[in-house]
């Protein structure tokens, strides 16, 4: 019995191997093999990717690339870069890479090239920015536009704020940005607190356009803006769409010409590079964004065409892998040693667990093996006056992600060498530890010694760029987002659909009603009626 998974050839031998290694220590590997700080890295597209302090031989290493071969990755890599209908629960392409793919050049869905389509989006967003920017897009009492809400929740909220944040450095500062997701009315209250509906342009991003908590954002946004500005036909200057459901648009009362559409084919947490990026195109402006298209495309590239041996996200993916399945860490960590990065772990968030969260394979055979980590992070330095504690000296192994720049945006020394040396302290701190004799040998009393005792042994990533301009974020979203492919082939799991979160919303909308009309009937479990209860009153 068991999963072609778990009974393959390479699985056994992943697992055999385990045995042989689990016990050997990141000191004693540095120290036999002393080049392997520079041995076990790659340095493409701009990132040099340090994966020396892992719990991996070479023999790992060639093991893992063996199960990624014996899994079919690259048939399946091509498959997904082809257009094929690889999300096969919902019968479409997973085509997110079309969207930052050069002009000119053609990637068929259904029998047609959707480059160009692609690129018709981008110019009408890139012109819609510069007339915002310009002041030529005016507010229905003829002033200038100053203040951006983007409504969207999950993929159409989480890439926007985050790239952003990322590239706030980047963006132009006359106008401010508000990011609108939860259906928590004191979201959408904050966020307009102080704006000027007269002044004020509305983004409702939405794949579906039905998703509850931005239609229900958008609907209070319309009632704000039309409290201020009267006039229905006001709408029109205020109110644009991202969507892929122009129907819906329209009923909402968006003109469709103020529409800026992507396709099925692009996942919600997927889609930060297309239309949805919007807000982000209008804060860099058109030549930045096509900047951060390039870097995505970039990585997009590299992950097709580099050997396994070689490949970044394949790497990556293979080393989650490892501690997720052989050495049964349930965490990964993001660490991002620059403060404009501070949203890229919710992001990830999404990215990595919405995909990968997933318990049966494709042929639908509940997987006998674990899947998708949980993924988590803060920036450096601040993480490591919190929780650092636990992956220093805690009982858990929790793999880590550094992630730093060799040049901040700001110059202010001494911070960035504070910083960075911080970042790299950590990870030679997590991977040697420090001994009994070590710390003995520093006078410290026997009956204190075991508490000021670091293990070690504990595995990091670094990755290192130049500077966070907006082709390096592209880099890294590509770079992460393939990695979660390379598990999700892997697993035999399908990451481009989100079936988990349906059962929620819609016992929200049995709830709904019955929080409103008071005396209805309530047949739940007796927690759940407890709980209506309470709330009605
Ligand atoms: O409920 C999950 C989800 O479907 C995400 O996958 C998606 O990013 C988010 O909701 C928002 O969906 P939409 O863009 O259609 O409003």
């Given at each position: 019995m068991g999963s072609t998974l778990t009974n393959s050839g390479s699985w056994k031998s992943l697992q055999a191997h385990y045995g042989t290694i689990k016990n050997l220590h990141l000191k004693e590997l540095f120290e036999k093999s002393t080049d392997r700080g520079e041995r076990f890295t790659v340095e493409n597209v701009g990132i040099y990717f340090?994966?020396?302090?892992?719990?991996?031989t070479e023999e790992t290493l060639d093991l893992l690339f063996q199960l990624a071969k014996e899994r079919g990755l690259e048939a399946k890599r091509e498959a997904m870069f082809s257009g094929e209908k690889i999300n096969t629960t919902e019968n479409r392409a997973v085509l997110h890479t079309a969207l930052r793919a050069p002009e000119g050049s053609t990637i068929m869905v259904d029998g047609h090239n959707v480059v160009p389509e692609v690129h018709a989006v981008l110019n009408k967003m890139a012109d819609f920015s510069t007339k915002i920017k310009s002041g030529?897009?005016?507010?229905?009492?003829?002033k200038r536009i100053k203040n951006i809400v983007n409504i969207g929740i999950g993929g159409s909220d989480l890439g926007p704020v985050m790239a952003y944040e990322a590239l706030k450095h980047f963006s132009q500062r006359d106008l401010s940005f508000k990011f609108v997701s939860n259906v928590d009315g004191n979201d959408f209250a904050e966020a307009v607190q102080g704006l000027l509906a007269e002044e004020t342009l509305f983004i409702i991003s939405s794949?579906?356009?039905?998703?509850l908590e931005t239609m229900a954002n958008a609907q209070t946004a319309r009632s704000w803006a039309l409290e201020y500005?009267?006039?229905?036909?006001?709408i029109a200057k205020h109110f644009v769409a991202v969507s892929t459901n122009e129907k819906e648009v329209s009923k909402f009362g968006i003109d469709p010409n103020n529409m800026f559409g992507f396709w099925d084919w692009v996942g919600g947490r997927y889609s930060?590079?297309?239309?949805?990026?919007l807000s982000t195109m209008i804060a860099i402006g058109p030549e930045h964004y096509h900047a951060m298209l390039n870097g995505l495309h970039q990585m997009d590239e590299h992950f097709r065409t580099a050997p396994l041996a070689q490949n970044i996200s394949v790497i990556m993916g293979l080393l989650g892998l490892w501690y997720n399945n052989?050495?049964?860490?349930q965490t990964q960590a993001v660490f991002p040693?620059?403060?404009?990065?501070?949203r890229f772990p919710a992001y990830l968030q999404q990215l990595t667990m919405e995909s990968?969260?997933?318990?049966?394979?494709?042929?639908?055979e509940k997987t006998d093996y674990e899947t998708g980590a949980v993924y988590w992070g803060e920036p450096g330095t601040n993480g490591q006056h919190s929780f650092y504690q636990l992956i220093h000296q805690g009982t858990k192994i929790i793999p880590s992600d550094f992630i730093g720049f060799?040049?901040?945006?700001?110059?202010?020394?001494?911070h960035q060498d504070y910083l960075i040396a911080n970042m790299i302290a950590q990870g030679e701190a997590l991977a040697f530890g420090k001994t009994l004799d070590e710390v003995k040998a520093e006078g410290i009393p026997d009956v204190l010694a075991p508490h000021k005792v670091f293990g070690g042994n504990r595995p990091s990533s670094t990755f290192f760029l130049d500077r966070l301009s907006p082709e390096n974020l592209g880099k890294l979203v590509a770079m992460y987002e393939h990695s979660v492919f390379v598990q999700g082939a892997i697993w035999d799991i399908?990451?481009?659909?989100?079936?988990?979160?349906e059962l929620g919303k819609v016992l929200a909308q049995n709830i709904i009603p019955e929080l409103q009309q008071k005396d209805s009937p309530i047949h739940h479990d007796s927690s759940t009626n407890a709980l209506i209860k309470l709330y009605r009153g």
């Open positions: 340090d994966y020396s302090k892992h719990r991996i030529k897009w005016k507010g229905h009492t003829g794949k579906t356009f039905t998703t500005l009267k006039d229905p036909e006001a930060m590079s297309g239309a949805i990026g052989f050495f049964g860490a040693y620059d403060k404009f990065l501070h990968n969260g997933k318990g049966v394979t494709l042929g639908g060799k040049e901040s945006l700001n110059h202010l020394p001494p399908n990451p481009f659909d989100q079936m988990g979160v």
